[in-house]
């Protein structure tokens, strides 16, 4: 089977590209820099060079894909009026995909979102989050989205840990669960044959 990977480079995006090669898809990623990409990427993976403000380079990324993964998320330093790929991006590859006629899109949300509003809190990061899956839930494709928590990777990559401790602040209205991005990509190698079979919750 053939997937189109969006985020492919990012901290889950990489085990999850490369469990899906060890599951034997067909993996095309889109990404802003090849030369870069080729050094994180397993040399299984097509690449195609593009941006998500344009659709003529998601229309080359997904070429005769049956799925799509997304696997896309706010950047800490961007402000509210940036281009945001999880927000313009998400809608855009949602266009193309029509187009193609994909089968089914899996989406890496987070668990985060629905703390929008809990004590009045309210936040335009969450806003995007919560706009992206109405966008995928209504584009009349089968989708699976996923809500993790937290990723072990963070430990290495997003600063939780300071020294020899662990940073995590405030109560959790959620039970803190941490999963690597390894056991989640092999948690996704399943999700075309739960999709096209319709065994699918959605989100």
Known sequence: MKITVFGATGMIGKPVVQEMINAGFEVTAMVRDIKKAKTTLPGDVILVQ????????????????????????????????????????????????????????????SLLHKYQGVDNFNWWVFKIKEKALENIKNSGIPYLCFYPSNFMEGFSESGYKQGKRISLAGKAKYPVRFISGTDYGKQLEVTPTLILFSIWIPG
Do not use: C, M, R
């Open 50 to 109: 593009g941006n998500l403000d344009n659709l003529t380079d998601i229309k080359n990324a997904i070429g005769d894909s049956e799925g799509i993964y997304i696997s896309l998320s706010v950047l800490p330093a961007s402000k509210q009026t940036d281009f945001h790929t999880e927000q313009k991006g998400i809608e855009n590859i949602l266009l193309e995909a029509k187009k193609a006629k994909i089968k089914f899109i899996s989406y890496l949300s």
